[in-house]
């Protein structure tokens, strides 16, 4: 039976269809209860109308997949922190001025050169009881090492909602944090906060607290800090300390995914514990005595492992999973996938837009639906090379099933993954094995030094293998442009090619040929639709001049500095499917799709008796702007990064005075001119 036959399939469809309409139409809890009302209303109509007809036509269908769909809606709309009162953002009045107000540490994140990062919950703000998560900043290190989650502090803070990137097509940490019910941030110094006394002693305290005693232990026994960050990564699902140049080699080397607990940590606990109750009678009794140990493991991992979502997730998925494997039925595996997806959609609509969820859930339908096809291809009789063959066919399975999709929110592609899984998944098969073991001794107060240090020359023994692998950094493609039409037309392209393979017709060919068709068809109008856009774009850069004037797919750019591998330049020109054919210095007058602009910079000269439409501010020129427009008379007023923001807020307010149009990209980000 095919896995988008089951009526379990369809509903879920229809589901994530009602929460991605939520999401993009910002639908209020007062319509979302309206449809929820009618499709209930509509469904029970429906199904009491088909019990007396003695079947079930094809309106009981319609009725429980629009019924689905608006769930979907609902389960969204009641999530959504914007739309819950309490919300600590519906209780300040004022976002600049500061507002005391009571947190509980959460979760700690990585450091930044601004200092220490936490997620925290809102307990009170202003005296007001509110709820809500928000990322707290600590200016350096001031909150101290000894700091544990679930410590209450009192802030007197402003609180900082998330803005829009200030450049186009740079990544939305802001949007990244909402689909976490993350909503604004602090800025915290020394002097801005005091300790409560009374730590909350939840789930979440008593898991840092065995995380803390772990890593103690191995402290204490000498476990080099490098390899023991990595291990803390693997296996405690904490990335805090780890060293940017680990990160990068994994990354580059396309492992970066074992750095983050996941589906595949998880899967190979299944896997693991799975082996080592092989050996129990085959009965009834103890079947279920290894279901209930299994399941307990996972959460027993998910609660030292710091019950984060990820964590959560991934236990979830694989709850599930390992009871579709005790069922022991193949179709079961797709229906058991269906409903852990179902099931924590249900609860956490949002996790739809995590890239993780979305990576892991699309690695493990490809892995259940392409390897058994991959596997058929060759089957060896020697078990080393069933092994290796096996994770081949597998990390093929994942890596097609995932490629479109991280290729668009990463454009790039490792091009020696198959290389790194080979490599990796053995070596991470026992680092993961002994760690969990090491691990568990250290909590009942042992810690075995031969264990300890094996486990370390593995951990270094690893690194050294993604360095080298990494090293070879021509193999990384990078800046690959890609939209979501596209994304769409490859998952069509590669479904009907495996659904052709698995049993090939006429039909299901001509299907594949009319998804090629529809690649070169999307391509092309991407391409076209480039090809007619002309625009101008002067860039928020701090202390710098940037302008780009993109004719199609080619970009000229104007700046007297020299650009760094982060300038803000490069996602804009992936994200057009351009390339950057001239460079400029920039100019005191230049002319773009019809208007004249008089660029001003720190000399302060200008052409006189120009009407010019746009006046571009830049270098903080000393000039009265009063005069200047007496004699220039712009439509339009421009002030970039370049300038001191003392000069930027005269400027506003001149242009205030005058009615004078003023886009000041501190605020308000690039300006963009288009026709």
Not at 75 to 86: E, R, V
Not at 270 to 285: M, N, S, T
Not at 313 to 329: E, P, Q
Request: one cysteine or more.
């Amino acid at each position: 039976m095919n896995a988008i036959q089951f009526p379990l399939s369809r509903i879920t469809i229809a589901f994530i269809f009602g929460i991605l309409v939520a999401h993009f139409s910002n639908l209020d809890f007062i319509w979302a209860n309206i449809l929820i009302a009618i499709s209930f209303a509509t469904f029970c109509g429906v199904f009491f109308w088909t019990q007396r007809q003695f079947i079930q036509n094809s309106f009981f269908g319609i009725a429980t997949y629009f019924f689905s769909f608006c769930i979907g809606i609902y389960a969204l709309t009641i999530h959504s922190s914007w739309n819950q009162k309490d919300n600590y953002l519906h209780q300040i009045q004022s976002f600049e001025l500061p507002h005391q107000t009571e947190i509980v540490l959460r979760e700690k994140l990585k450091n930044t050169r601004y200092g220490q990062r936490y997620i925290a919950l809102v307990n009170r703000i202003d005296n007001k009881s509110c709820s809500g998560k928000i990322m707290l900043n600590f200016k350096d290190n001031c909150l101290g090492t000894d700091v544990k989650i679930g410590t209450r502090l009192l802030l007197f803070t402003t609180i900082i909602p998330h803005k829009p990137p200030l450049n186009p097509h740079q990544f939305d940490y802001g949007k990244y944090l909402a689909t976490k019910s993350i909503l604004a941030q602090a800025y915290v110094e020394e002097s801005q906060f005091q300790f409560q006394h009374q730590l909350v002693k939840d789930l979440f305290y008593y898991s840092d607290v065995f995380r803390s005693k772990i890593l103690h232990e191995l402290q204490k026994a000498h476990f080099s800090s490098v390899e023991l960050n990595v291990l803390a990564a693997l296996i405690l699902g904490q990335q805090q300390d780890i060293s940017q140049e680990i990160v990068c080699d994994y990354q580059m080397a396309g492992a970066i995914h074992i750095l983050s607990v996941s589906g595949l940590h998880v899967g190979f606990i299944v896997i693991f514990l799975g082996f080592i109750l092989k050996w129990l009678p085959k009965i009834k009794w103890v079947s279920y005595f290894k279901l209930t140990f299994i399941l307990a493991s996972l959460w027993g991992f998910a609660f030292i492992a710091g019950l984060s979502p990820s964590v959560i997730r991934s236990v979830t998925m694989f709850s599930f999973v390992a009871i579709g494997l005790h069922l022991k039925r193949k179709t079961n595996m797709f229906h058991t996938l269906l409903v852990s997806l179902l099931m924590i959609l249900l609860f956490e609509p949002s996790f739809l837009f995590d890239v993780g969820f979305q990576l892991s859930y699309l690695a493990l339908f490809f892995i259940l639906w392409l390897q058994p096809l991959l596997g058929s291809i060759w089957q060896p009789e020697n078990k080393i090379t069933k092994y290796f063959w096996d994770i081949l066919t597998v990390s093929f399975a994942a890596q097609m099933g995932t490629l479109p999709i991280s290729i668009y929110y990463f454009h790039q592609f490792p091009g020696l993954f198959f290389v790194t899984n080979v490599i990796v998944i053995p070596f991470l098969s026992a680092i993961m094995a002994l760690g969990l073991g090491l691990m568990i001794l250290v909590l009942i107060g042992m810690t075995p030094f031969f264990l300890v240090r094996i486990v370390e020359n593995l951990i270094s023994l690893l690194n050294y293998i993604i360095n080298r692998i990494a090293s070879f950094d021509q193999l990384v493609f990078k800046e690959i442009p890609i939209n979501i039409l596209l994304v769409l037309n490859l998952y069509a392209l590669l479904i009907a090619a495996i659904v052709y393979l698995k049993k090939p017709s006429y039909q299901k060919l001509g299907f594949l040929c009319l998804s090629i068709i529809l690649i070169q068809v999307s391509s092309f109008y991407t391409r076209w639709n480039i090809q007619n856009e002309n625009e101008l774009l002067v860039f928020n850069v701090k202390k710098e001049t940037l302008i780009a004037e993109r004719n199609g797919h080619h970009v000229v750019i104007f700046t007297n500095t020299t650009l760094g591998e982060n300038n803000p330049i490069q996602p804009y020109v992936t994200a057009n499917f351009a390339k950057v054919v001239k460079k400029k210095a920039v100019p005191k007058l230049m002319y773009a799709l019809d208007k004249k602009i008089v660029l001003i910079d720190s000399s302060a000269a200008y052409p006189r008796n120009t009407k010019p439409d746009i006046l571009l501010l830049r270098q903080s020129p000393k000039i009265n702007l009063n005069r200047v427009f007496q004699t220039c008379k712009p439509r339009l007023v421009i002030a970039d990064a370049s300038n001191f923001k003392s000069y930027v807020l005269l400027w506003k307010a001149t242009c205030l005075k005058e009615k004078i149009p003023f886009h000041n990209t501190y605020e308000k980000g690039f300006y963009k001119l288009e026709k």
